[in-house]
């Protein structure tokens, strides 16, 4: 159940940590009685640890997991970094969840590409679960995922094997150099969409990563005829505090907060070319 101020955290405790690369964790989180609030994929929340201060992530877990939230953390601030410092049974902060989430209605009846980018592949997560538990809803699942090497992949056995192993569902990994024991494909992902050469008809992309990685993800799928509204994708980084007050993630008239963070490309070609 959510607070009933959106501005007033509630307590939820780590019951689990997992290390996914040098300086990305996954925590698992439960709140007093169970999950803390409902979400949809794709929304966010903000967590805090005081004294420090907080900041928000996306939920990467699917909301048909009723056991706890995930949240995979790149430590790049003091809040991750605090974050980074606990261990499971300590409690943190928890607030929201914020944002509109991906348009799972809209999309049902589809095939979908998701395309991931490093902790980029984090909000797709959520989604991609989501999708396997309601997998009689949409179409042929592809999912293509790359990071700098091997080492900076996140949730490698559950991307190979549990995702590989889902019915009419494709996985294709990448990395962008080559490195020892690594057989799999070796390339940037944006040139991968291409090489692949996916077709637009009745599918949607979901792409989310470095903005550098998107910028170029949305130029191959343009390549590959994919329409504005065929693509969508979330940017949920330039959230700040999760309700539309401190200015921060303001495009034109548009809050990302409020109003994202998921769009699709024709609703981001409306808006000022700054995101």
Request: glycine share 10%.
């Amino acid at each position: 159940m959510s607070s009933a101020n959106p501005l007033m955290p509630q307590m939820a405790t780590i019951i689990d940590i997992t290390v996914e690369t040098p300086d990305i964790k996954t925590l698992r989180v439960v709140g007093k009685d169970g999950l803390p609030f409902d979400f949809m994929p794709g929304q966010c929340a903000m967590l805090s640890v005081p004294p420090v201060g907080e900041a928000i992530f996306s939920i990467t877990s699917s909301p048909t997991c009723r056991e706890c939230l995930e949240f995979s953390i790149k430590d790049v601030g003091s809040v991750s970094g605090a974050l980074h410092a606990l261990a499971p049974g300590q409690q943190i902060g928890i607030r929201g969840p914020y944002g509109n989430g991906f348009p799972v209605e809209e999309i049902k009846g589809k095939n979908l590409l998701f395309i991931g980018g490093g902790i980029g592949l984090a909000p797709l997560r959520s989604l991609i679960g989501y999708g396997f538990a309601n997998r009689e809803e949409y179409g042929h699942i592809d999912i293509v995922y790359g990071a700098r090497s091997p080492a900076d992949m996140i949730r490698k056995s559950e991307v190979k094997e549990t995702w590989g192993g889902q019915s009419d569902t494709s996985v294709y990994l990448t990395v962008d150099a080559e490195f020892p024991d690594w057989n799999g494909h070796v390339g940037f992902v944006p040139s991968y969409v291409t090489e692949l050469a996916f077709t637009p008809e009745k599918r949607v992309a979901i792409t989310c990563g470095p903005p550098i990685m998107i910028k170029f993800v949305l130029q191959a799928l343009e390549k590959l005829q994919f329409s504005p509204e065929q693509v969508i994708t979330t940017l949920e980084m330039k959230m700040k505090c999760g309700v539309g007050k401190c200015g921060r993630c303001n495009l034109g008239s548009v809050y990302v907060c409020k109003d994202g963070p998921v769009f699709s490309l024709a609703q981001l070609n409306a808006l000022p070319a700054e995101y």
